[in-house]
Structures are given as structure tokens and as C-alpha cells.
């Protein structure tokens, strides 16, 4: 999946598939560069909808899916796409 880079003090980039409702979520680490991945199961797409077009990703991003009770796996963020370039 490709991710799109968003600007936000906690995340880095997010993506999202239709076709299986995942939410992919790379956030920063302290010092600003690419952290942990991580992919919610189950996302609407309206969710995913209103957290790309937010104001502020991170605070939506606590609202609509850490707080949404939404499972989720940890992955290894290694070769990331983010908006068509492969993270190292």
C-alpha cells in the first residue's frame, strides 16, 4: 500500500485499502523521522475520509481510531511507499 505524507507532529504518512478496510498509519519518531507502522482492521471509509481531510491528523487520529476500539498489528515499516518513493 502507498502512503500519503500528511503534516502532523505525530504521524508521518497514512494509507488506506478498500478493498480489505485497513488503515495504515507510519508514525514519526522524536526526532522527526519515520517511526512504527501500524495497520487498523476494519476502518470505514468514511473514517478514513474524514482523518485525511482533518485539520489536524493527530488529534483526529485520537478521536476516530485509538479511541474507536479498532484492532490493529504493529508491522516492520521498512520499505514503506510514501507518495510513490520507497522509504529506506
Not at 485497513?22 to 519515520?34: A, I, M, T, W, Y
Not at 501500524?38 to 478514513?48: F, I, L, R
Request: charged fraction near 20%; proline fraction near 2%; glycine fraction near 10%.
Amino acid at each position: 500500500m502507498t502512503l500519503t505524507r500528511v503534516e502532523s507532529s505525530q504521524i508521518a504518512a497514512i494509507g488506506y485499502s478498500p478493498d480489505t478496510s485497513e488503515l495504515s498509519v507510519l508514525f514519526k519518531n522524536r526526532d522527526g523521522s519515520n517511526g512504527s507502522l501500524y495497520v487498523y482492521d476494519s476502518v470505514e471509509p468514511e473514517t478514513y475520509a474524514g482523518l485525511a481531510a482533518a485539520e489536524s491528523v493527530g488529534s483526529q487520529f485520537a478521536q476516530s481510531i485509538k479511541r474507536g476500539g479498532y484492532e490493529f498489528r504493529k508491522l516492520d515499516s521498512a520499505g514503506v511507499v510514501i507518495d510513490g518513493e520507497v522509504q529506506a
